[in-house]
Nanobody, 123 residues
Framework: QLQLVESGGGLVQPGGSLRLSCTVSGATLDHYAIAWFRQAPGKVRKGFTC????????YVDSSVRGRFTISRDNAKNTVYLQMNSLKPEDTAVYYC????????????????WGKGTLVTVSS
């Protein structure tokens, strides 16, 4: 069974950077697309970026475009999310997930989920 583990979250000041990792076990990553979601306090979980098995990247949330970058290292079975110029509104629990098919930003179209990592942007 596929397992996903997020890491790299923490407390960062506004304008700072963090790199999140999503490490996959139970299968080789190169067959899978990986999406990132986030859930801010009191809000619904929303997808904002995805990387396909062929390295195509999609950013469906305009608020992260130009600041966040998704990438993958199949040799390490890991997908990364580089987050720059962080803002207080980026505070959320960040989850990675595998789409059932192609890249998607919809919770209902995900198959496996990690347990999340908390990112807090505050001075």
């Amino acid at each position: 069974q596929l397992q996903l583990v997020e890491s790299g979250g923490g407390l960062v000041q506004p304008g700072g950077s963090l790199r999140l990792s999503c490490t996959v076990s139970g299968a080789t990553l190169d067959h899978y697309a990986i999406a990132w979601f986030r859930q801010a306090p009191g809000k619904v979980r929303k997808g904002f970026t995805c990387i396909s098995s062929s390295d195509e990247t999609y950013y469906v949330d305009s608020s992260v475009r130009g600041r966040f970058t998704i990438s993958r290292d199949n040799a390490k079975n890991t997908v990364y999310l580089q987050m720059n110029s962080l803002k207080p509104e980026d505070t959320a629990v960040y989850y990675c997930a595998t789409p059932m098919g192609y890249c998607s930003g919809y919770v209902s179209e995900m198959d496996y989920w990690g347990k999340g990592t908390l990112v807090t942007v505050s001075s």
